[in-house]
DNA sequence: CTGAAAGCGCTTACAG
DNA sequence: CTGAAAGCGCTTACAG
C-alpha cells in the first residue's frame, strides 16, 4: 500500500461557488474577477478580492483548462548534458512564464528517441499546452517543428540552427563572439592559436570555428587544419584534443576550445605536463560556466547569455510583442588569468 | 498581439467519446482500458488499445484531475544554488515519477520568502497536487511541514535535518561519511587537518563537522578549533577559508572542505600561493560533483548519491511499498589525486 | 463484463 | 454591469 492512497487532501479546498455565495454575487462575477475582465464594478471587484483572499482561494487549474481555450501551460524541452546549461536555461524561462501568470513544465526529452516527436504531441494533448520553447539540440529535429507547425502550435527557439530565420528565435551571434576571443588571443601576440570544434550536432560548433578563422585570416593569419582537433563538448574530450594538439605540429601557443568544458580539459592537460598557463599556453573558453572561475587559473571566455536567451524566448511567445520575432542578445568577453602574451617561455 | 492568441491548435485532438464511438463500446469502457481496470474482456481490451493507438488519443490530464481524486502529478520543491545538485535531484526524481506514470512538476521557491507556505498550498490547490517531494533546505522549513501535515498531504524529505525521524525520508549518513574522508587523511600521516563546514542553514554542515570531529578524536588526535574555518559552500568562501588556513595556526598539512565546491575554492587558493598539491598540501572534498574531475589535481571526494536520494524519494512516496518510509543510501569514498602523503614537502 | 447518469470547477456564449 | 445555461472530457457511484 502506498503513501498516497486515501486521498482526503482535498477537504479545505474551496471552490469559486463558495467564493460567490460569501461574497453575495453569482460564480460567474467571481470569475469574471479572477480573469481580470472589463465590466465589474470596483466595489464588487473589491468584495470579491477580499473574499478570495479571505479563503486562500486558487481556482483549479485544471478546471480552466478544460473549459477554458488556453490552459496558461507551456513546456521547455531540454536535451542538454550540462547541468550548467540547463539550471540557467530553466531559470530563465521560469521567471518570464510566472511573471507572466503562466505555469512551466520542464521536459526532459531524448532528442535521439524514434518516439520523440510523438512523445511531444502526447504532452501537448495532455497538459493542453498553449506553447513550447525548444533549447538546442532540440531546436534542430526538424519532424518535431513539422509536427508542431502542422497543429499550429506556437512554440520558441533558443540558438536555432536549422530553417534559423523562420519563426520565433532567441540568439547570439555565434560567429562574431567567436571572432571576438580570437582577436583577444592575436592581440596578445599569439599566431599559433589551435581551436577545439564541439560536435557536429551543434550548429554552435560550426559557427564558432568559422568566427575562429575569418577573425585569422582577416588577420592575414593563414587557417592551418593541423591546429585543429575536434572535441564533443566535455572535459575529457578537451583533454584529448589538447593533447594531441601539443604532441603535434605547429605547436600552438594558444587554445581556444569552443565551450569551457573542453577548455577546463586543456588546461587540466597543460597541469599534467607542467605547461604553465598562461606564461608557455594560453587558453580560452567559452560560454562562462561556473566552470570558468571554479579552474586555476579561472579561464578568459565569452559569456554566453543563457538565462536571457530562456528569459526573452518565454517573452517572445506569451508577451505583447509587436516588434519582431527574432531576437539577438548580447555577449561578452571575459578576460581572466588564462590567457596572456605568447611565448614568455616556450614550450619546451 | 501576442503570438499565442487564436488557439486554433486543439483541433486534431480526439477525445475518449470518438475512440469510443470508433471502437463501438460505451466511454466508459473505453475508460477501464484506460486505467487499467479489471472487468473488461480480453478482445474488448485489445480493440479499445488499438483504436487509442491509432488516433494517438491521449486523455486529458485536466478532465481526469477534475473528475477523479488524484492528479497524477506531484511537485518537487527546490531551492538550491548549484547547478550539479538541482540537475542530478531533478533526473532522479523526474526518472521514478515518470516511470509510475506520474507527472512531476519542478518549483524552484524561495525558502527565505515571508509567502513561501501560501505560495506552495497555492500550488497544491492550483495542479491538484498528489504529493511533494522537499529537497534541502526546503526541507528544514517547519511552518511548511504543518501546513502539509495539517493538509494531510503525501509528502517525502530528502536528507532532512529537523524531525529527522518522522514521515517519509531518504538520506545518507553525512556523519559516517566525512569520518570516512577524515580516516583517509589520517592514513595518509597527515594529523593537523583543517576543516571548512558549510553554512548553519543546512544540517549536512554539522553533521559532517560532527564525523570530521569523531574520527580525528578516535584516533587520539586532539580537535583544534584554529583548524576550523566556516564557508558558505560557495567557491569564494572556500577560497578565503583555505587563505586564513594558511596565515593561521598551527599550518595545515590538510584541508578537507564541507562541498567540492569550496575544496576547488580552496585549490585555487594553494595555486595562487605556489602551494603543490597535494605534495605540500592534501585537498578533499564533498559530493563528487562535476567540479571534482573538472579541477587540477582532480579532488579526492565522497560521493554523494544525489540522483538515488531523488529517485528513492519518489519511489518511497508513490510506490509499491510495505518496508518502511525511511532509507538511508550508501555513499563511496573517491580518492583522486588531489590527496597524498603528508609533508613530503612542508609548506615553507 | 458493460453502460447511463451525475458531477468535478471552471469558461464560453448568450441574455438582459 | 451582472447572471443562468451549457459544456469542456473525463471518473465516480450506481445499476444491470
Known sequence: MDAIRGGEHMTG?????????????????VSRVLNNEKHVSEETRRRVEEVVA???????????MLAGRRSFQVALLYDNPSPYYVYHIQAGAQQRCTELGYRLLLQPVDSQAAGLVADVMALVDEAHLDG?????????????????????????????G???GAGLATTMDDVAAAREVTRHLIGLGHRAIAFIPG??????????????????????????PGLIVAGDYSFTSGSEAARKLLDGSP???????????????ALAMAHERDIAVPDQLSI?????????????????????????????????????????????????L??????????????T
Open 13 to 29: 479546498r474551496p471552490t469559486i461557488k463558495e467564493v460567490s455565495k460569501i461574497a453575495g454575487v453569482s460564480f460567474k462575477t
Open 54 to 64: 479571505r479563503l486562500n482561494f486558487r481556482p483549479s487549474q485544471a478546471a480552466r
Open 132 to 160: 513550447l520553447i525548444l533549447s538546442p539540440p532540440v531546436t534542430e529535429i526538424a519532424s518535431l517543428l513539422d509536427a508542431l507547425d502542422a497543429r499550429g502550435l506556437p512554440y520558441v527557439r533558443i540558438a536555432p
Open 162 to 164: 536549422i530553417r534559423a
Open 199 to 224: 560536435p557536429e550536432s551543434h550548429v554552435s560548433s560550426a559557427n564558432r570555428l568559422r568566427g575562429y578563422r575569418e577573425e585569422l585570416e582577416g588577420h592575414g593569419i593563414a587557417f592551418d
Open 251 to 265: 605547436k600552438p601557443t594558444a587554445i581556444f576550445a569552443g565551450n569551457d568544458d573542453m577548455a577546463a580539459g
Open 284 to 332: 580560452a573558453g567559452f560560454d562562462d560556466s561556473d566552470l570558468a572561475k571554479a579552474v586555476w587559473p579561472p579561464l578568459t571566455t565569452l559569456r554566453q547569455p543563457v538565462r536571457e536567451l530562456a528569459w526573452a524566448a518565454a517573452d517572445l511567445m506569451l508577451g505583447e510583442h509587436t516588434l519582431g520575432s527574432q531576437l539577438v542578445l548580447n555577449h561578452e
Open 334 to 347: 571575459k578576460v581572466r588569468m588564462s590567457t596572456g602574451p605568447a611565448r614568455v617561455k616556450p614550450i
